[in-house]
């Protein structure tokens, strides 16, 4: 048999995460996509692309991410060994409580925030690292991290909160493989401003208890937000570098990605 590449992606069903799986498809590659809905045109460009038996659409709410991760442990360990050459868990999904300070938000919302963007790409990770061992240095974990992770702004804490610990996760993680024969390469990428829902929730704040909400309406109006797909395109060029890894935290903004 053939062997194939596998590409995980959590958030997959809309925005970036939708368009980096469609742009993932393909006769040698097996996308499973992670997220609490399906989309239907990754179903469709599977199906019009024939390719419907390499794309999976998991059905889990990562606001509670134990049995998602449980899911992709016991996936991995079924698969006959040598089926896939490699392996890359991209860990997207993300979520914005509405924008104000903590005491704004419900504990709920900040609750799923914190859990989408953070324990989510935790668990997603342990999982698959340990349900890839065979594939030695072939596994790459790609974080989809936020220049707010980087530097901190009033009215988006549980945001800031949950890209800096992932970050910070990605470092830790990076030393515990570097000290293996055979670790994997983890990343965590800033992917530039990109025309999504997050946006749109930003923008739309209440300038009141986000100061920065004309900052987010000015991306909009002076055309300087990345289409998904175009945000989705320089990720994967990021992710194909022979160099991946080398550096932990990266910014597609700071890097030439001829």
Same mark, same amino acid.
């Given at each position: ?5 596998? =590409? ?29 809905? @399906? ?7 599977? @199906? ?8 999976? @659409?998991?059905? =889990?709410?990562?606001? @509670? ?17 040598? *089926? ?52 030695? *240095? ?11 992770? *980087? ?7 549980? =945001? ?77 060029? =990021?992710?194909? *570098? ?17």
């Amino acid at each position: 048999m053939k062997q194939q590449e596998l =590409y995980i992606v959590s958030g997959a069903s809309r925005g970036m995460g939708e368009a980096i799986a469609r742009q993932l498809l393909h006769p040698d590659h097996v996308v499973i996509g992670i997220s609490r809905g @399906q989309s239907a045109a990754l179903n469709e460009a599977a @199906q019009s692309a024939q390719l419907m038996p390499n794309l999976m @659409q998991w059905q =889990y709410d990562l606001s @509670q991410p134990l049995a998602a991760a449980q899911a992709l442990q016991s996936w991995l360990e079924a698969q006959a060994s040598g *089926r896939f050459s490699r392996a890359t868990l991209i860990n997207n999904a993300g979520l914005v409580p509405t924008p104000g300070p903590v005491e704004c938000a419900s504990l709920q919302d900040l609750s799923a925030a914190i859990r989408v963007g953070l324990e989510a790409c935790l668990l997603l990770s342990s999982a698959f690292l340990r349900g890839t061992t065979a594939l030695g *240095r072939q596994r790459r974990i790609l974080n989809i991290s936020s220049g707010l992770g *980087r530097r901190a702004m009033a009215g988006s804490a549980a =945001y800031c909160a949950a890209k800096a610990g992932m970050d910070n996760l990605s470092r830790a993680m990076a030393l515990d493989e570097a000290a293996k024969p055979d670790g994997a390469a983890i990343v965590s990428l800033a992917p530039g401003i990109i025309d999504t829902e997050m946006q749109a929730q930003l923008r739309s704040g209440d300038p009141s208890k986000f100061p920065d909400q004309a900052v987010f309406a000015n991306f909009k109006t002076s055309g300087q937000l990345l289409s998904p797909t175009a945000a989705a395109e320089k990720v994967l060029s =990021y992710l194909a *570098r022979g160099d991946f890894g080398a550096t932990v935290l990266a910014d597609v903004r700071e890097l030439d990605l001829r």
